[in-house]
């Protein structure tokens, strides 16, 4: 698989909680505006095939692409067909690829996400984030309930996918606030239902509320109570948990999401994304590689890196073995397909081959047993009589704990 990721950074107004590298201004600089952006974003295009050309990567077709932000649909939707033909037109795209963008429900209409779906887009992911009034505002959110609903109808006319985004943990919700937003979102009808716990940064409005006592801080237990109610009503429904915090009708799964877990290349595009190649090619001879790289943040410093006609990074990495074996084991402990434990033994052997210092040692399933007894994970066979490791509820609330003890196990 090859997936790309476009980064759009404008949003109307920065919500209270967020963090994200995004910006409220019409124009950032160096050709980083609104009106632009399109035009920005397909020139980095270009130099990103270019570089892949020069270190030995020749991607298939894309698989997926997303548009994220930030506030995607900030944009014309003329603007987003206009990178989508971009991507086909450098690097292909598959017949059925999945083609999705975030929206803001106050910015699009029927005509908008018609376009969008001549434009060969297949999916639209709503940010719902609540259907409480209160909470709503709490979180800064300009939408109403009626806003997404409508958003939701005119997809599904269009023939467009369509999934929402939930978050729990916002201070003054209650239990009966949250399963009343994922009741309403039920109700829709979607099948993909995406539920994050608020994470508060102390940079941002709320957590400047937050550390000035004029909002009660989040609490692990309402969270971890909220995941909980989160999972019985939409497994009620007939949307299964396939990655922590996703859960999606048979079928409906986001491949987007799945590549990130699985560790597929990926090119970020936008300031600030990130990119994540299995393996380049350094030239004269050199092994290849696992790389990571980012874009520079700031949008007027990603423009004048574009125009200058270089790939707009702010800096990247080599993956080594041992980090490789590190994020194979955390995004494995993250999805319901779970981690093969062959495959982190044939890592575990790749990390002890080029450095033999290393303390690593195979898993062995019985090795698993006490976390089975403790009911955080299960251990099944697949089809291919793969041995598996998956998370139950208790071992998803507990995702971090889980993956320490596995990287105990193996001595990482």
């Known amino acids: 698989m090859f997936e790309v990721y476009v980064h759009v950074p404008f949003c109307m107004r920065r919500c209270g909680y967020c963090d994200f590298n995004t910006y409220t201004a019409r124009d950032l600089g160096a050709g980083a505006s609104r009106g632009n952006y399109a035009n920005m974003v397909v020139r980095e295009m270009e130099l990103t095939h270019e570089w892949q050309l020069a270190h030995g990567i020749e991607e298939p077709s894309v698989d997926t692409v997303f548009f994220g932000g930030g506030t995607p649909t900030i944009l014309s939707a003329d603007d987003l067909v206009t990178m989508l033909d971009a991507i086909r037109r450098i690097w292909g795209v598959m017949p059925d690829a999945e083609i999705t963008t975030e929206a803001n429900p106050d910015t699009v209409n029927e005509y908008y996400i018609n376009r969008l779906a001549e434009g060969g887009f297949t999916r639209i992911s709503f940010g719902m984030q609540s259907a409480v009034p209160h909470v709503l505002r709490t979180l800064d959110r300009t939408h109403t309930p009626a806003n997404v609903e409508a958003g939701v109808h005119a997809a599904d006319k269009a023939g467009l996918r369509s999934s929402v985004d939930l978050i729990y943990g916002a201070p003054g919700e209650s239990l009966d606030d949250w399963r009343t937003s994922v009741r309403t979102a039920v109700n829709l009808g979607v099948n993909h239902i995406s539920a994050y716990a608020l994470t508060v940064e102390p940079t941002t409005k709320m957590g400047r509320r937050i550390a000035a ?200």
């Open 213 to 412: 006592g004029t909002l009660p801080k989040p609490d692990d237990d309402d969270e971890a109570a909220k995941y909980e109610i989160a999972d019985e009503l939409l497994t009620a429904a007939g949307l299964a948990w396939y990655e922590v915090s996703n859960w999606a009708k048979p079928g409906y799964e986001s491949r987007h999401n799945l590549g990130y877990w699985r560790n597929v290349d990926w090119a970020g595009l936008g300031p600030g994304a990130h990119s994540h190649y299995n393996a380049v090619s350094s030239g004269d001879d050199a092994a290849e590689h696992a790389l990571r790289a980012w874009d520079i943040a700031h949008p007027r410093l990603w423009g004048t890196a574009i125009n200058e006609g270089r790939v707009p990074w702010g800096g990247s990495e080599e993956i080594t073995p041992g980090e490789n074996l590190e994020e194979l084991i955390m995004l494995g402990l993250r999805i319901r397909e779970g981690l093969d434990l062959g495959r982190i033994n044939g890592a575990i052997a790749s990390a002890r081959g080029v450095d033999g210092s290393m303390p690593l040692r195979p898993i062995d399933a019985a090795q698993l047993l006490p976390m089975v007894e403790e009911g955080l994970v299960v251990i099944e066979s697949d089809a291919r009589n793969h041995t598996r490791i998956v998370p139950t509820r208790k071992g998803r609330l507990l995702n971090d704990a889980v993956i320490e003890r596995v990287f105990d196990l193996a001595g990482v």
